[in-house]
């Protein structure tokens, strides 16, 4: 039978209840675990982050002044391929 725990709101269903609690448990009991996540969310922050600002600078921003012009240009490129 599944007690109830703390920071599970009373409102799930038995089966909600239940994943949450194999998360939850899992999670919990983790030892090594907790290290490769770390590892995972730190690569990510890097793929989504620190490469999107090195690789993919936001040119329109650059090179035009308002967004009357940004939106010509646009326009202009999607007509002309």
């Known amino acids: 039978m599944i ?15 239940k994943v949450w609690l194999l998360y939850y448990d899992g999670f919990r009991s983790m030892t090594v ?5 770390a590892i995972i969310l730190i690569k990510i922050f890097i793929f989504f982050v620190v490469i999107k600002l090195l690789f993919f ?8 002044d308002n967004d009357e012009d940004r939106a010509n240009h646009v326009r202009n490129e999607l007509l002309r391929k």
């Open 3 to 17: 007690t109830p725990m703390r920071g599970i709101p009373s409102s799930m269903t038995s089966t909600a209840r």
């Open 33 to 37: 675990g907790k290290t490769l996540w």
């Open 57 to 64: 600078p936001n040119l329109l921003q650059r090179d035009f």
